[in-house]
């Protein structure tokens, strides 16, 4: 499997200001996925982002509150703008890769380590 | 739609006991992808295993199982003789073809006492 970093692991951000949160892939992926996970919750899937297109976002989350970049096979970032303490959440990018020949959307995703965003 | 439900929210058992997390999904597709995923205190997640919904051999690692029954639309994880290494949120998942969203239940958080 995809071995997959994210920086920052942690942080805490003032109200109304912006954080970028960056994924890291060690090898190429078609696939990369954000998701939003708040305290003692599920995780939600904030947007689908494949290289060379615009990111397709689910209901309840706008490009404009979260953009997202995709400039090659094995990075992506994702901002979180104007934060509320409601954005306070563990943000995850997972990665999945269909390029052994298999359908796209039937492989595993693998999951990054997250990122533990606090905002006060 | 779909939808993964775990009933159980949260499970406390004594190390060395054994310990099954349910996990009951509704899809209306033929073809689908079922997952559980460990998540430690720290917070990553852990994928453990992917089964096809035309695959229903039970599959045993360790000292985890899983039990898949289409009929009961039910994928089962099963853990023998816990640790406390096995506390953590465990979530199982669903996926249907055709690119697809991972669908999570809510988890079900295990904490193995000593």
């Known amino acids: 499997s995809a071995v997959i970093s994210q920086k920052p692991s942690r942080d805490i951000c003032q109200r109304g200001t912006s954080l970028t949160i960056q994924c890291q892939v060690d090898s190429q992926v078609t696939m990369m996925f954000w998701y939003r996970q708040q305290p003692g919750q599920s995780l939600t899937l904030i947007a689908t982002a494949n290289q060379g297109s615009e990111a397709t976002y689910e209901s309840g989350f706008v490009i404009d509150k979260f953009p997202i970049s995709r400039p090659n096979l094995t990075f992506s970032t994702l901002t979180v703008s104007n934060m509320s303490p409601e954005d306070s959440s563990i943000y995850l990018c997972?990665?999945?890769?269909?390029?052994?020949?298999?359908?796209?959307?039937?492989?595993?995703?693998?999951f990054g380590p997250g990122t533990r965003l606090t905002v006060l | 739609a779909q939808k993964v439900t775990q009933a159980q929210t949260e499970i406390s058992v004594v190390e060395k006991e054994d310990v099954t997390l349910d996990c009951v999904y509704e899809t209306r597709d033929t073809t689908y992808y079922l997952f559980w995923y460990k998540q430690p205190p720290s917070g990553e997640l852990v994928f453990l295993i992917r089964?096809?919904?035309?695959?229903?051999q039970n599959e045993i690692s360790g000292r985890y199982s899983w039990n898949f029954q289409k009929s009961t639309s039910s994928f089962n994880f099963t853990i023998t003789a816990s640790q406390v290494v096995d506390s953590a949120v465990y979530f199982c998942a669903l996926r249907t073809s055709g690119n697809t969203p991972l669908v999570f239940g809510k988890g079900t958080r295990l904490s193995v006492i000593a």
């Open positions: 997972s990665v999945e890769d269909h390029g052994r020949g298999k359908l796209l959307g039937t492989d595993t995703q693998y």
């Open positions: 089964r096809n919904s035309f695959d229903e």
